[in-house]
């Protein structure tokens, strides 16, 4: 495993490692006692999926307190972290990060960082990892294209839930 900064404080570009052989490909996707090793201790509690179609945007999303690990384990979509802290010097930074089923990363979330992610493919396989329990009432909600951050996404019309389509302007 082989654990990468990125240019926003806190966030983790995590490249896993995975055997190939003529059956297929086998992966580790999450070893506590490795992660510690890395500097990454971090109690995860609770494991989340979202399946969606093309040109599905799910986000921007996040709370005060969760830590989130996400991979994407079919298909492949573009994932956009952004600080939303109000009181960083950082607030408004993002990072695009594109996920798939065949490069294996994870990227690692700080809390007061949403996230979004467009699906690419055909379909694909959100999963993430969170440091507590989900509480819809500790959310946010920015819209995807909120012009305080200024996101490019490789789509010009998503589909978006009501929640992501109204967005709480925060």
């Avoid at 070893?31 to 510690?36: A, H, Q, S």
């Avoid at 956009?80 to 109000?86: F, I």
């Avoid at 789509?155 to 967005?167: A, Y």
Wanted: net charge negative; glycine share 6%; aromatic share 16%.
């Amino acid at each position: 495993m082989q654990v990468k900064e990125t240019s926003l404080p806190g966030v983790k570009l995590i490249e896993v490692d995975r055997f190939e052989d003529f059956r297929g490909t086998y992966i580790e996707s999450f070893n506590k006692e490795d992660y510690v090793k890395q500097g990454i201790d971090i109690d995860f509690v609770q494991d989340d999926f979202s399946m969606s179609r093309k040109h599905v945007l799910r986000g921007i999303h996040g709370d005060q307190e969760t830590w989130k690990l996400v991979s994407c384990i079919f298909g492949s979509f573009r994932l956009v972290v952004v600080n939303c802290d109000p009181d960083s010097e950082w607030f408004g930074k993002w990072e695009a990060f594109d996920l798939s089923e065949t490069n294996y990363r994870q990227v690692l979330i700080p809390p007061k960082y949403g996230n979004a992610h467009l699906v690419l493919s055909d379909q694909a396989i959100f999963h993430y990892k969170q440091s507590t329990y989900y509480n819809p009432h500790g959310q946010f909600t920015y819209r995807f294209d909120d012009p305080r951050f200024n996101i490019w996404w490789p789509v010009k019309n998503p589909i978006l839930s009501q929640r992501d389509d109204l967005g709480k302007r925060v």
